[in-house]
């Protein structure tokens, strides 16, 4: 009888133990962020950042782990699960190192820095962002996804360095930091009249850089890269290069085609693992959605074609149907991987069994299959098969001897049985987090599609999301919060404040309401006073570095997103224009000259810089529209691609001042103006057309 009291309690005890290793919550468990409550099960003792973390690591003298991610991240997922869940590995991390884990959507400061270390130290980058450092954060190791008996190796011997070595680790420590201090501005070795002849050869030599057989940059892997595509949609325009124009169009189709888009859902992948936009990473972020929103619309403003029409309605179906919280703002992201029970799937939620469709769709089947390519051409791994275009709608009316618009009808058919049987699939993870920049770029490409498009749920929606940042994320003294789940709400973005501008100055040229203007001019000043630099034409990326390791965090480089001066600066070099301030195109300026050496040496980097550019240096008209039917007419022009406009318009007399004395009672009015110098009003949408892209001898 005792024995068995005393198995029974070992029995308890061990369940109890088990069940104790289950539920232990470390210091993210209190977080808002999902990908911190994500890790916060683990046994590694993570912690957030903040001052009291820093302070614990520099009293105890011990090394730092600072853990990158984000939550739709696949490999976050899988070291998490892989190395960050085992108890060995968290051994080691828990007796030797303070543990940090930080959501790079939340703290994009953090995540530079780092990521500048880490592409010095290795040439690469990517997340799991892993670094070792120092207790005042200065950087001594860096690297990304490891399994857990690599990981243990490293731990082990940057551990053994710090404690046996001390000093040499701190001299490659300083070293480090001396290659990330920024590099000394070298002025251009050319004049100001130079530079669009300058942009115009630095743009041959980035086309030289591009895939011509598949679209996008010439690479392994296929990023979407608006900035990239949207700077040649321009140039094309500007410098009248059919081969830019002809890129871009096979790019954004290609796209279109691709596994990259989800055919059932709407919405884009983030980037492919091949070269052909076939296989995605399957995670979905709102940026890249956002973003080729605006794109597309703009490519269909120039070309009218259909396919492009197709994805701004369907980027614009994926966004209200997945990603629209209840108050109007837009969730950030959707995981890559699908959790069924303890396994994490990636890709499972979009990828399709043959004999599954074949069931689902039955007569339709050998149309639908020859349309998205569920044959060798659609198939990934394991039977699955990610649908694909290639040929146009043309090729299979001809070859299944049908209209186009029963062919339209068929495969919207299949698509809809596809799409409801997909409803009863596990569901990817939304990470429900808001973030202001993001949602920024939503208002424009929305504003983009209305403009492009005409139709007013674009518009709409892109009103609702303005009012609730005004609402949740920005106050009265016009502080803008980066998220609204961030724990630090006293460090603020240049990200955020450049591109809610930008979503301003974007609503007024779809609305003709000035009082966005005016917001954006307001706006302008709080971030001219925030974010001022010293010594640099440039803005701080983040208003408070004190607890970074170096205090002198600028990002310039146009990457996924544009970098946020170039944003800003073009934002001033607008608002010039609508207010009549020209100190604010001179600051401007100021930037672009700072940056035009690089810019021209390293143009792939500074796409979005080489757009502004153009703007500053090329010939740009403002259209001043007055009259009852100025809105009318405004919105014929804005249906046109015209990347070298801005409009003015009102109904009324307006005391604004490009609007000023260019109201006539009775009259519907058209000036075409530079620098707010006009020439003589006409009164036909076509007549001034003509005097805007036929340039003076």
């Known amino acids: 009888m005792r024995i068995k009291k005393i198995f029974f309690l070992v029995i308890t005890l061990l369940i109890s133990f088990i069940n104790f290793s289950q539920n232990r919550m470390n210091s993210l468990s209190n977080e808002k962020s999902l990908y911190l409550k994500q890790h916060s099960t683990n046994p590694v003792d993570w912690m957030p950042w903040n001052q009291n973390v820093l302070r614990l690591a520099s009293n105890e003298n011990k090394l730092l782990i600072i853990s990158i991610g984000y939550s739709s991240c696949h490999w976050c997922h899988v070291m998490e699960e892989e190395t960050f869940s085992n108890e060995d590995a968290a051994k080691i991390m828990n007796s030797n190192f303070i543990n940090i884990k930080v959501d790079r959507e939340e703290r994009p400061d953090i995540d530079e820095l780092y990521m500048k270390s880490l592409v010095l130290m290795t040439g690469s980058g990517g997340w799991p962002m892993n670094i ?400 001022k630099a010293d010594n640099s034409s440039f803005l701080k990326f983040s208003s408070d570095q004190s607890l970074l390791f170096s205090d002198n965090l600028f990002v310039n480089q146009d990457a996924v997103m544009p970098s946020a001066n170039s944003v800003m600066c073009k934002n001033l070099f607008l608002l010039s224009h609508y207010t009549g301030n020209r100190n604010l195109s001179e600051t401007g300026k100021s930037m672009l000259t700072e940056i035009s050496n690089e810019m021209i040496n390293n143009s792939l980097d500074y796409m979005n810089w080489m757009n502004v550019a153009l703007d500053y240096n090329d010939s740009f008209y403002e259209v001043v529209i007055s009259g009852k039917k100025s809105f009318e007419m405004a919105q014929k022009i804005t249906e046109m691609y015209l990347p070298n406009i801005l409009i003015a318009a009102s109904k009324t007399d307006s005391d604004k001042y490009l609007l000023k004395n260019r109201y006539i009672k009775g009259d519907n009015l058209i000036y075409v103006c530079v620098n707010n110098t006009c020439k003589f009003p006409v009164n036909d949408v076509k007549k001034a057309l003509e005097l805007i892209t036929t340039k003076d001898e």
Not at 253 to 264: L, M, Q, R, S
Not at 390 to 405: A, C, L, M, W
Not at 502 to 514: K, P, R, V
């Open 132 to 531: 070792i450092a120092l207790p005042d954060g200065s950087p001594i190791w860096g690297g990304t996804y490891l399994p857990k008996e690599n990981w243990i190796n490293v731990l082990t011997q940057i551990n053994e360095l710090f404690t046996n070595r001390y000093d040499d680790v701190l001299d490659y420590s300083r070293k480090l930091k001396e290659g990330l201090n920024p590099k000394t501005i070298i002025k251009n070795d050319f004049k100001e009249s130079e530079l669009l002849t300058q942009i115009k050869d630095a743009s041959n030599v980035a086309y030289e850089s591009l895939d011509k057989e598949n679209g996008g940059l010439r690479s392994s892997q296929k990023f979407h890269l608006p900035s990239m595509i949207d700077f040649f949609l321009k140039s094309g325009y500007h410098f009248k290069e059919k081969k830019y124009l002809d890129f871009v169009d096979l790019t954004l189709k290609n796209i279109a085609y691709g596994g990259i888009n989800d055919h059932i859902e709407g919405g884009f992948h983030r980037y492919t693992v091949d070269s052909i936009w076939h296989i995605p990473h399957f995670e979905k972020m709102l940026y890249d959605n956002a973003q080729m929103l605006s794109l597309y619309s703009k490519a269909y403003k120039r070309s009218n074609k259909e396919v492009f029409k197709n994805q701004i309605d369907n980027i614009f179906n994926f966004l209200e149907s997945n990603l629209t919280n209840q108050d109007g703002l837009i969730f950030s992201s959707i995981s890559a991987v699908t959790e069924i029970g303890s396994e994490k799937i990636e890709g499972d939620y979009y990828v399709w069994d043959k004999q599954k469709i074949r069931d689902l769709l039955s007569k339709d089947f050998d149309l639908f299959q020859d349309y998205f390519n569920i044959n060798g051409k659609g198939l990934w791994e394991k039977n699955k098969y990610v649908l694909k275009r290639e040929n146009d709608d043309e090729y299979f009316t001809k070859k299944f001897n049908i209209s186009q618009k029963k062919l339209e009808t068929k495969i919207s058919q299949s698509i809809n049985i596809l799409r409801t049987s997909r409803k009863n699939r596990e569901k990817p993870i939304t990470d429900k987090k808001i973030l202001t920049s993001w949602n920024a770029l939503t208002i424009i490409g929305l504003s983009d599609a209305y403009k492009s498009t005409g139709d007013k749920k674009y518009i709409e929606k892109a009103k609702n999301i303005i009012e609730a940042i005004e609402k949740s994320l920005l106050n009265d003294d016009l502080i803008l919060k980066r998220s609204l789940s961030i724990s630090n709400e006293g460090i603020f973005f240049l990200e955020d404040y450049s591109y809610l501008i930008s979503a301003y100055i974007n609503l007024y040229q779809s609305t003709f309401d000035y009082t966005y203007i005016d917001k954006a001019e307001d706006l302008t000043k709080k971030t001219l006073l925030l974010f």
